[in-house]
């Protein structure tokens, strides 16, 4: 049982929450559901989400890990290098290298940390599919890393249920609000925190969609997603682009 009374959460759109809707419209994800399971138990207990959509690793150490650094919380998440993954060309090598220096800079705080590996992509359209290779090399440098830095590894990539294409949103970058569950309850377990749910549990199987259907939404989905983000960075715009954190100070959270 860790006694944590603040908790930092860095990274880009899977830590901002991204496919997991407020009513109002902002995202909550798995960090905000982290920290309210955590904050029941804690009065007073304060969190930060310092995550923005589309940053790369480079971004991140240069515009949140300062802040984390000057906010000095007991607890940090740090999640990196996702969309340094999805460029048209990634040198794992080097990613690993700077995630590597970037951590240090995270545990150096005294904070206990985690990190994330990537996810198994072996059953998602063939465009990203083909990412599957490089994502794995990259979670085997990271486990390595975390190792060296004694941080958590919280185990995406062990994760069935979430290797469902049923388990991602309309793009299939982001996850769907059940899937942000169910990261929060694996990033609880790895920290050791009781919960009353298991993110075991399998997607309840629906009606099979017809294969007239399914090509449908693979046409959809280049139409709407794929062409338009391959074209964002073409012209050297990214998804991030006007966007701050959602909660930049180390405030109080009410867990209601």
């Known amino acids: 049982m860790g006694s944590w009374n603040s908790f930092v959460a860095i990274g880009d759109s899977f830590t901002e929450g991204l496919d997991d809707w407020r009513p109002d419209g902002s995202p909550r994800g798995w960090a905000d559901r982290v920290a309210e399971h955590i904050a029941a138990g804690r009065p007073g207990f304060r969190y930060a ?32 290098g996702g969309n340094d993954l999805i460029r048209f060309a990634c040198d794992t090598d080097d990613l690993a290298r700077r995630f590597d220096d970037a951590l240090g800079r995270v545990t150096a705080t005294g904070a206990e940390v985690f990190i994330f590996t990537g996810f198994d992509l072996g059953r998602m359209h063939p465009l990203i599919r083909r990412l599957r290779g490089r994502v794995a090399c990259f979670n085997e440098s990271m486990r390595a890393i975390a190792e060296r830095h004694g941080s958590h590894v919280v185990d995406l990539w062990g994760m069935a249920p979430l290797a469902d294409p049923r388990a991602w949103g309309p793009d299939r970058l982001h996850l769907r609000p059940d899937a942000h569950r169910r990261v929060a309850l694996r990033v609880l377990e790895t920290l050791g925190q009781p919960v009353s749910e298991d993110w075991r549990a399998p997607i309840p199987d629906g009606d099979p969609m017809p294969w007239r259907a399914r090509q449908a939404d693979d046409l959809r989905w280049m139409r709407e997603f794929a062409v338009p983000f391959v074209r964002k960075r073409i012209q050297g715009r990214r998804t991030g682009d006007g966007f701050v954190p959602k909660r930049p100070d180390l405030l109080p959270l009410d867990a209601g």
Do not use: T
């Open 49 to 80: 989400n310092l995550a923005v959509r589309g940053k790369l690793l480079d971004q991140i150490v240069a515009d949140q890990l300062p802040i984390a650094e000057r906010l000095r919380p007991d607890l940090v998440a740090f999640c990196a």
